[in-house]
């Protein structure tokens, strides 16, 4: 069964720094695109940021690019989002999910969400 | 940036009653879109992708069309597990964009 255990969704001030960690387990972590997407609260779902199965490419929103670096540790089974200079509109559930075998960019399995609060 | 469009926004139905979403992208997605429902304090849950592949394990009340620019997302015979909000996502190419969503409300 595909898991995933997400941790580090905290209350930061503006302008803080918080890494968010995915444990995955149940699948062969190595293969796959992952995701990080966000929801925040009462809003829509935002897609974040996307990191291919080796760790070579990455891809990020707008919204986050040059304050927000995902990364992958194969050899952990673990997603990482370190977010920097965050500010009070990152306020979100923070989800990873994973991609289909089949059709790369939707998401089949989704971790349970980590709540980040950026306020003072 | 691909934009994508859903409507309506709400959706009041009740149960036994088809009901259809329709996403619009604002450029050429070929069938790169996917659809998902999403509960209150839940993660969301793919339902439909390459626009009108069923996920495995989903119910055959759901079903996706479309391609290009214009999809549709129906639910037949609305069960009150379906009550919930629908998005679809484009995955044409990054960045990845989602619907602002449709929330399926019982009447």
């Known amino acids: 069964e595909v898991q995933f255990l997400e941790s580090g969704g905290d209350l930061v001030q503006p302008g803080g720094s918080l890494r968010l960690s995915c444990a995955a387990s149940g699948f062969t972590f190595s293969d796959f695109v992952m995701s990080w997407v966000r929801q925040a609260p009462g809003k829509g779902l935002e897609w974040v940021s996307s990191?291919?199965?080796?760790?070579?490419?990455?891809y990020y929103a707008d919204s986050v690019k040059g304050r927000f670096t995902v990364s992958r540790d194969n050899s952990k089974n673990t997603l990482y989002l370190q977010m920097d200079s965050l500010r009070a509109e990152d306020t979100a559930v923070y989800y990873c999910?994973?991609?289909?075998?089949?059709?790369?960019?939707?998401?089949?399995?989704w971790g349970q969400g980590t709540l980040v609060t950026v306020s003072s | 940036d691909i934009q994508l469009t859903q409507s309506p926004s709400f959706l009041s139905a009740s149960v036994g009653d088809r009901v259809t979403i329709t996403c619009r992208a604002s450029?050429?997605?070929?069938?790169?879109l996917a659809w998902y429902q999403q509960k209150p304090g839940k993660s969301p849950k793919l339902l439909i992708y390459?626009?009108?592949t069923l996920q495995s394990g989903v119910s055959s009340r759901f079903s996706g069309t479309g391609s290009g620019t214009e999809f549709t997302l129906t639910v037949n015979s609305l069960q009150p597990e379906d009550f919930a909000t629908y998005f679809c996502q484009q995955v044409n190419n990054y960045p990845r964009t989602f619907g602002q969503g449709t929330k399926v409300e019982i009447k």
């Open positions: 990191i291919s199965s080796s760790g070579a490419y990455t």
């Open positions: 450029q050429d997605i070929s069938n790169y």
């Open positions: 999910a994973k991609d289909t075998v089949v059709f790369e960019g939707a998401n089949d399995s």
């Open positions: 390459a626009a009108s």
